[in-house]
Each structure stands twice: as C-alpha cells, then as structure tokens.
T-cell receptor
Framework: SAVISQKPSRDICQRGTSLTIQCQVD?????MFWYRQQPGQSLTLIAT?????????ESGFVIDKFPISRPNLTFSTLTVSNMSPEDSSIYLC?????????????FGEGSRLTVL | QQPVQSPQAVILREGEDAVINCSSS?????VHWYRQKHGEAPVFLMI?????EQKGHEKISASFNEKKQQSSLYLTASQLSYSGTYFC?????????FGTGTRLQVTL
C-alpha cells in the first residue's frame, strides 16, 4: 500500500491566479499521476510525473496550463495556472503499487479547488 | 474512449443485490474496479486480467468477458457501507481510463 498526502485539501481561488498542489508519498515510487475529477464526473488522467524527466501529458492537457514538478521519488507538485471557473475540480495525486503481478492505484485525498 | 457503465445510478435496500456493467468500445485486456465514497478518494476493489476471469472480494465479485469487451461487478446482500460511486477502469494502472461511473445508494 501507499500513504499519499496532498496539500491543500481545498481552496477557493480567484480567476486568473495560479495554485500549486503538493503531493507527498510515504515511499519511493517511479511514477506519480495527476488526475482531475470535475464535479459529479469521472476521473481523467492529466499527466504522469516522472522523476528526472519532463512530465507526460494526456490529450487535452498542456504543460503551460498544468506545469508539474518531480524533484525526487516521493514528491510532486501540480500547478493549475491562470485559473478559470472551468478549472473547479478535485485534483488527485496517485501512485501505482504492484500486488500479485498487477498494479493498483492508490490515491491521495484530493485537493478540491473552487475558482470564482 | 471512456468505458460506459450502466446503470448510471441505483438505489438498493440493505440486503438486496446489484449488478454494475462496464462496456468498452475498444479492446479490453484488463479491467479495474474502484469505489469512491462521497468526499473521499477512490479505493481499489479488484483487477481482472484475463477474459473470463472472475474474482471475489467478500460479497463483491466481478467477471470479465474479453470477447464482448465487458465486465460486470456483482454486489450481493448489500450493506450500507457499499454506498458510493463505482468506477471501472480500462488499461494498465499506469494509464487507466475510468468509466462513466455508477452511483450506488444503499438504504435501510
């Protein structure tokens, strides 16, 4: 298993500002993932944070809007830049833990952002 | 493409059974199931790796029909603690596409 801590747990932000979300894992992991969950919706993968290289972004997500840092094997940050109300979502950090030959995702508690 | 789940929502009385279906338009090689309680993070339930595989987890089990690109989650004798939103996931854990979700509410 993995214990994942995210900060902040929630925030209310003004349009046009940026916010950085931090994710700390209790063990070293190769890959960390950032997901977005819009209100009442499913989870969508934003990007994979790789230590020592640039993050890999999924279709529809760009580095200028969601810059990611991965300074070491236990920590990552996601910045939501130039926010608009459409960015109001829960942002979740996750890692893969191998069990019985298959990987399962463990999630942090999420960071709930409201953009006014 | 995102897997489609049905039903979108279901209300059960405690002790009743439910089936949640997950259907993909693309080939499915493995299926993950997660449950997310309100205000909490999703929690892993199980993964099915082979077509035809069935797995059980207490009173929650699942099947995987690779040919039909479908998976079903079975909840028997539901308990209040089963309430939440259930998501299937297609792909590997490092690149998971979550389904549309099924909201399950268990009442007394």
């Amino acid at each position: 298993s993995a214990v994942i801590s995210q900060k902040p747990s929630r925030d209310i932000c003004q349009r046009g500002t940026s916010l950085t979300i931090q994710c700390q894992v209790d063990s070293q992991v190769t890959m960390m993932f950032w997901y977005r969950q819009q209100p009442g919706q499913s989870l969508t993968l934003i990007a994979t944070a790789n230590q020592g290289s640039e993050a890999t972004y999924e279709s529809g997500f760009v580095i200028d809007k969601f810059p990611i840092s991965r300074p070491n094997l236990t920590f990552s940050t996601l910045t939501v830049s130039n926010m608009s109300p459409e960015d109001s979502s829960i942002y979740l950090c996750s890692v893969v833990v191998l069990a019985g030959g298959a990987g399962e995702l463990f999630f942090g508690e999420g960071s709930r952002l409201t953009v006014l | 493409q995102q897997p489609v789940q049905s039903p979108q929502a279901v209300i059960l009385r405690e002790g009743e059974d439910a089936v949640i279906n997950c259907s993909s338009s693309k080939a499915l090689y493995s299926v993950h199931w997660y449950r997310q309680k309100h205000g909490e993070a999703p929690v892993f339930l199980m993964i099915l790796l082979k077509g035809g595989e069935q797995k059980g987890h207490e009173k929650i089990s699942a099947s995987f029909n690779e040919k039909k690109q479908q998976s079903s989650l079975y909840l028997t004798a539901s308990q209040l603690s089963y309430s939440g939103t259930y998501f299937c996931g297609a792909g590997t854990a490092s690149k998971l596409t979550f389904g549309t979700g099924t909201r399950l509410q268990v009442t007394l």
